[in-house]
Every structure is written in structure tokens, then in C-alpha cells.
């Protein structure tokens, strides 16, 4: 079976995503943003977009969006989805990391298991205001109205918390929803 790979945002997290992938026994590599979309269509079954400090550092990272493999992006990733997808993201309000509450509105495949509310380690400083035609909110907090969403036709995935930090509470279990999607 192919591995999944974590695309490095530069994000102070995306070595902690590939590590909580290999805790999980999941094959998963961390690979630039420069990284040809011709390797990763033919090296890998599943694709997640790691955080970072800035869409003009993501590289190539949305010419991975239409390769018709499983995405998941966390936090800048979900930018870039958004973004790529007609979205519109703008900085946020609270800005910086710290606790958030999330409420899910739909348990769909990536949130499958997940109880109503989570707390959850997230940054603000930049967010999704209006999500992309043909995609569904999954969640929302009192600061943040799109902490996730999805579009399962696509099999794309984003969150704008960061599940692979001991702060979010059952954070792994995406990750793990996330290899069952890849393995479809």
C-alpha cells in the first residue's frame, strides 16, 4: 500500500502530523511544497496540506488539489483548499494559538466518531470566511464560524485546528479516519 504524505507548509507542526501518523502505524513521508504533482499522483494515496505561516510560502501545494487523491488540510491547508476551490479567507480574529471549543454540525467520514463538542488547539490569525461552492461546514466555533469543512465527492478534507497536538483532545482520530478514507 502507498504511503500518505504530509506536505511541509513550514509550519512549526508538520513534523508533529507525520509523527502522529507513525505512531498510528500509518506509512507516511514529509515532503517539500515543491514537490512535482506528477510524484505525488504516482508516489502516494492520500495527500495532507501542514500548516504554515503563509500562502505565499505553500508552493505547489494547490496543484495537488486536483489530482483526484484524499486531501486533508490542516489549518494553512484548508487556506489553500479554500482558496483554490473559490473560498475566501481573511485574518482572523483572535489570531495566535490557543483553546478553542468546536462544535460539530456534521459527523461526516472525517469527524466520524467525534462527540458534539471538542476542544481543540487552533490559530486564528488567518481564516476561512466563506466556504467553496460544493463544500459542506462540518464545524464552527464561538470565534471562528468554518473550523471545518469538507467536500466528499472530492474526498477533501480541511480543519482549521490542529488535530496532531496534545491540546486537541482525540486529535489522532482523524488521522486515523482520514487512512480509512485513503484506503477506499
Avoid at 507548509?9 to 513521508?29: C, P, S, W
Avoid at 494553512?76 to 468546536?102: M, N, Q
Avoid at 476561512?128 to 466555533?141: D, H, K, M, N, Q
Wanted: hydrophobic fraction near 40%.
Amino acid at each position: 500500500m502507498l504511503p500518505i504524505c504530509v506536505v511541509n507548509n513550514y509550519g512549526q507542526f508538520n513534523h508533529l502530523i507525520h509523527r502522529a501518523l507513525r505512531d498510528l502505524d500509518i506509512d507516511a513521508v514529509l515532503i517539500p511544497n515543491t514537490t512535482p504533482r506528477e510524484e505525488i499522483a504516482s508516489q502516494y494515496r492520500g495527500i495532507i496540506l501542514g500548516g504554515g505561516p503563509d500562502i505565499a510560502r505553500a508552493g505547489v501545494c494547490a496543484e495537488y488539489l486536483d489530482l483526484g487523491i484524499p486531501v486533508l488540510g490542516i489549518c494553512l491547508g484548508l487556506h489553500i483548499i479554500a482558496r483554490k476551490f473559490g473560498g475566501v479567507v481573511h485574518p482572523g480574529k483572535s489570531g495566535g494559538y490557543g483553546s478553542v471549543e468546536v462544535t460539530i454540525r456534521e459527523h461526516d467520514d472525517i469527524l466520524s466518531g467525534y462527540p458534539d463538542i471538542i476542544p481543540v488547539w487552533a490559530s486564528h490569525a488567518d481564516e476561512v470566511c466563506r466556504i467553496p461552492e460544493g463544500f459542506t461546514l462540518l464545524a464552527s466555533s464561538g470565534i471562528c464560524e468554518v473550523e471545518a469543512v469538507a467536500c466528499p465527492r472530492k474526498r477533501i478534507y480541511g480543519l482549521q485546528w490542529h488535530p496532531e497536538v496534545s491540546h486537541t483532545v482525540g486529535g489522532k482520530r482523524v488521522y486515523e479516519n482520514f487512512d480509512a478514507i485513503c484506503t477506499e
